[in-house]
């Protein structure tokens, strides 16, 4: 179900973003990941911390240097989200990164679970952590996440449990819910220091 804006208007459901993903890579002959990130880009950035920290925890995970796209990715956007930037830049050999046109949409479409989740239990709560100039320490700990992400590549599990809780804080951010962004928070810096043990 779409979440009311303020002002009255109905900003789309995670569900509807991730259909809205999915159309778009269905569409294209050759899809890229532009093609997502224009999508997301378009409906609000905090989807671009959730698609790469849910991506991390799908199968895609086994793929070899994805982890370390993913973590680049989500490090870029936090750190463009905390400038408050309006055109979002990533670099072009990521970009234009093709996805595979018959594997691409069944992976996306794999994401509807966990959007669906969000959708169900997300409320408007503690929504001052969401704005600013509060937000910026959420994005610090994805900032901190997507840099450190790279460095794990080799160690089983642990860049997907970040990427995990990544997802989270995106996804209080998205839905304006605080809770969500907090427990977020709470588990990157558990997650960061059993990484850090585990070094």
């Given at each position: 179900m779409a979440?009311?804006?303020?002002?009255?208007?109905?900003?789309?459901?995670?569900?509807?973003?991730?259909?809205?993903?999915?159309?778009?890579v269905r569409?294209?002959?050759?899809?890229?990941?532009?093609?997502?990130?224009?999508?997301?880009?378009?409906?609000?950035?905090?989807?671009?911390?959730m698609v790469p920290?849910?991506?991390?925890?799908?199968?895609?995970?086994?793929?070899?240097?994805?982890?370390?796209?993913?973590?680049?990715?989500?490090a870029l956007v936090s750190l463009q989200m905390m400038a408050h930037r309006r055109v979002l830049w990533l670099p072009k050999w990521l970009r234009h990164r093709q996805l595979d046109k018959e594997r691409g949409p069944k992976v996306?479409?794999?994401?509807?679970?966990?959007?669906?989740?969000?959708d169900r239990v997300s409320r408007n709560r503690m929504a001052l952590l969401t704005r600013r100039p509060l937000v910026v320490l959420p994005l610090s700990f994805c900032l901190l996440a997507?840099?450190?992400?790279?460095?794990?590549?080799?160690?089983?599990?642990?860049s997907s449990i970040l990427g995990g809780v990544v997802a989270i804080i995106g996804a209080g951010l998205f839905a304006?819910?605080?809770?969500?962004?907090?427990?977020?928070?709470?588990?990157?810096?558990?997650?960061?220091?059993?990484?850090?043990?585990?070094?």
């Open positions: 979440q009311q804006e303020r002002g009255g208007t109905e900003r789309e459901s995670a569900a509807q973003i991730i259909d809205s993903v999915r159309d778009r569409a294209r002959r050759e899809p890229e990941v532009g093609d997502v990130i224009t999508v997301l880009g378009r409906k609000s950035y905090a989807p671009l911390l920290g849910l991506a991390l925890v799908s199968p895609l995970s086994g793929i070899p240097g994805f982890s370390s796209i993913c973590g680049i990715t989500i996306i479409g794999w994401f509807r679970r966990p959007a669906r989740w969000l997507g840099l450190i992400i790279p460095f794990l590549e080799m160690l089983p599990f642990t304006r819910d605080g809770l969500i962004t907090l427990l977020g928070m709470g588990l990157v810096i558990a997650a960061a220091s059993a990484a850090i043990y585990a070094i």
